[in-house]
């Protein structure tokens, strides 16, 4: 797996805590309320996050984000 950033790595702790908390994954709407981003910026981060083997998602589905890695490669800091 490539090093993630520490955005990507906020990402990940959000999305495994929202998953812990309600038993399923958030919508890209609700990442990007959280982080205060456009939906746009979303989906980039979650696309970025996929390429780096860090989670999977189906496509054209809702609530499909599954962590496949843990925390692996976070930069310190």
């Known amino acids: ?6 955005r990507q790595a906020d990402f990940l702790v959000y999305i495994e805590n929202f998953i ?3 038993k399923y994954s ?3 709407r ?6 205060m981003i456009t939906p746009k910026g979303a989906h980039d981060h979650l696309t ?10 189906e496509p054209k589905k ?12 976070v930069p310190n800091g």
């Open 26 to 28: 958030p919508t890209v």
């Open 30 to 35: 609700e990442i990007a309320q959280h982080f």
């Open 48 to 57: 970025a996050l996929i390429k780096k083997g860090c989670i999977t998602c």
């Open 1 to 6: 797996m490539q090093e993630i950033t520490k």
């Open 62 to 73: 809702s609530r499909t984000i599954r962590i496949t890695a843990k925390k692996q490669g």
């Open 20 to 22: 812990t908390q309600k």
